[in-house]
C-alpha cells in the first residue's frame, strides 16, 4: 500500500466550476500538507500548505485537512482554464533533519473555456 | 535571482554510458533533493543534502551517486545508466530556518531517457 494514495484523473470540469481534489495518507506521523501545482513539463511549485486539521483559504483554494481520517482535500472555486494543470499533494513528518515530502502521484485537471 | 537550475533539459543515454544531471541555486539554501518522477508515480526522492559536504540516501538511491562541495551546487551522477532510470529528475532546494514547513523550490526538471 502507498504512503499516500491520489486519483490520477484525468479530471474534466467546465470554467467556473467547483473543483475539488483529494488525498489519503497511511503514516500517522505526517503533520505538514501541501499542494503543489505543476504545468506541464514544468517543475512542481507550491500552491498551500497547512498544518492543523480544518481549513485554510487563499483566494479561490481552500485547502482542508482532516488528521482523523487521514484525508486532506484542494477545493478550487470559479475554475479557470489556467488553472489546468497537474496537482500533487505531499506531506512531511517532524523529522526535521531530512525535511523531505512524500508526494501523491498526482491529479491531472482540465479546465474546459 | 535564477532559483533553481538545472542542465540539461533533455538526454538520451545508451545502456552502460555514465553522466552527471547539474542542479544549482543561488537563494543561499541549505537544504537540496533530487527526485525522479516517473508518470503516474509521484515523485520519489534519491539524496539529499543538509549543507556542504552533507549528504544522504532517500527512497531510491540505488545507480546514482552525489556530491555538495558547494552551498550552490548539488550535481547527480547517474553510473552505467539502466532503462530503468529513464525518468524526469527534479532539483529541489528549501531554507532550513522555517522548519519543515519550508517551501522546496523545484527546478524546470531534466528528461533523461536510457535505451
Known amino acids: 500500500q502507498k504512503e499516500v494514495e491520489q486519483d490520477p484523473g484525468p479530471l474534466s470540469v467546465p470554467e467556473g466550476a467547483i473543483v475539488s481534489l483529494n488525498c489519503t495518507y497511511s503514516?500517522?506521523?505526517?503533520?505538514?500538507f501541501m499542494w503543489y501545482r505543476q504545468y506541464s513539463r514544468k517543475g512542481p511549485e507550491l500552491l498551500m500548505y497547512t498544518y492543523s486539521s480544518g481549513n485554510k483559504e487563499d483566494g479561490r483554494f481552500t485547502a482542508q485537512v482532516d488528521k482523523s481520517s487521514k484525508y486532506i482535500s484542494l477545493f478550487i472555486r470559479d475554475s479557470q482554464p489556467s488553472d489546468s494543470a497537474t496537482y500533487l499533494c505531499?506531506?512531511?513528518?517532524?523529522?526535521?533533519?531530512?525535511?523531505?515530502?512524500?508526494f501523491g502521484s498526482g491529479t491531472r485537471l482540465q479546465v474546459q473555456p | 535571482n535564477a532559483g533553481v537550475t538545472q542542465t540539461p533539459k533533455f538526454r538520451i543515454l545508451k545502456i552502460g554510458q555514465s553522466m552527471t544531471l547539474q542542479c544549482a541555486q543561488d537563494?543561499?539554501?541549505?537544504?537540496m533533493y533530487w527526485y525522479r518522477q516517473d508518470p503516474g508515480m509521484g515523485l520519489k526522492l534519491i539524496y539529499y543534502s543538509v549543507g556542504a559536504g552533507i549528504t544522504d540516501k532517500g527512497e531510491v538511491p540505488n545507480g546514482y551517486n552525489v556530491s555538495r562541495s558547494t552551498t550552490e551546487d548539488f550535481p547527480l551522477r547517474l553510473e552505467l545508466a539502466a532503462p530503468s532510470q529513464t525518468s524526469v529528475y527534479f532539483c529541489a532546494s528549501s531554507s532550513r530556518d522555517r522548519g519543515p514547513t519550508d517551501t522546496q523550490y523545484f527546478g524546470p526538471g531534466t528528461r533523461l531517457t536510457v535505451l
Open positions: 537563494m543561499n539554501h541549505n537544504y
Open positions: 503514516n500517522s506521523a505526517f503533520q505538514y
Open positions: 505531499a506531506m512531511s513528518s517532524m523529522d526535521t533533519g531530512r525535511r523531505a515530502l512524500t
